[in-house]
């Protein structure tokens, strides 16, 4: 479904991808995983059309939109991004920033409810009793959940998520991994940007190992190898 095909990415003197080549087919769920500084949030940009590679291609179903990259990324196209740190409206509500995911998609008033309710259904029950809280007051698990609700309000076919399990305890690690392994179920394709490398595996079912801006490894993560693939691709596994 998405593929980025031999791309570079330069910041003025910084080469932070070289020669990257990743794909994520439809109804698949995705980690790439990597330390820090290795390239992951930058790839997770150009995935999501919202940065154009310096080289390479960005193909989506088949078809190149590399130029078609620029602030709103893919949005029209079905791709969400949920950036590291959520960027949510702190002092709104967890109502509101969930509407304004949908707002921001262009749904009327009726599908926007229609939507909420979807949404909710996949939310911890923290969440679905705290919907008139500010997001501020919110942990930051619950916070995490209600960024990954705002991009689903523009029913997205395929979400990226860079560093999930940022600052989170390990619980609500895997409430966040689980939210994703349900809304998986649902037939959106999913890829995570992740440093705990470990963790990601127990849920997803490819990986590929990134570092210092290259691509090191890709495997399923259902092979017996993968846990061996991850140390020498990546020290900084757990
Ligand atoms: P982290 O987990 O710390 O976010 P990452 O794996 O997501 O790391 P990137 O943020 O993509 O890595 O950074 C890759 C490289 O590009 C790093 O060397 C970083 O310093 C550099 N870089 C990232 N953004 C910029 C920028 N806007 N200008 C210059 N260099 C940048």
Redo the contacts with the bound molecule.
């Keep these: 479904m998405i593929e980025a095909a031999g791309v570079e990415?330069r910041?003025?003197?910084?080469?932070?991808?070289h020669d990257v080549s990743v794909s994520a087919p439809a109804g698949s769920f995705t980690a790439i995983v990597?330390?820090?500084?290795?390239?992951?949030?930058?790839?997770?940009?150009i995935l999501a059309g919202a940065i154009r590679p310096t080289a390479g291609r960005l193909l989506l179903d088949g078809a190149d939109v590399t130029e078609r990259a620029g602030r709103r990324g893919l949005v029209e196209a079905g791709v969400a991004l949920i950036p590291?740190g959520r960027r949510l409206f702190g002092q709104l509500t967890v109502d509101e920033n969930l509407t304004l995911g949908a707002f921001g998609a262009g749904a009327g008033r009726a599908e926007t409810a229609r939507r909420l309710a979807e949404v909710y259904g996949l939310m911890p029950e923290a969440v679905r009793k705290g919907k008139d809280r500010a997001v501020a007051t919110l942990s930051g698990g619950e916070q995490q959940m209600v960024a990954i609700g705002r991009a689903l309000m523009a029913r997205p076919r395929l979400v990226l998520i860079?560093?999930p399990s940022?600052g989170l305890a390990p619980i609500l690690i895997d409430k966040v991994y689980e939210t994703l392994a349900m809304l998986r179920q649902t037939g959106v394709t999913v890829m995570v940007?992740e440093?705990l490398a470990v963790k990601a595996l127990q849920y997803v079912d490819r990986f590929a190992v990134?570092e210092?801006?290259q691509i090191r490894h890709q495997g399923l993560a259902s092979d017996p190898d993968a846990r061996e693939m991850l140390r020498m691709g990546y020290m900084g596994a757990e």
């Design positions: 990415h910041y003025e003197g910084v080469l932070a991808l990597g330390p820090n500084g290795a390239g992951k949030s930058t790839l997770a940009l590291e860079d560093e940022l940007f440093q990134i210092r801006g």
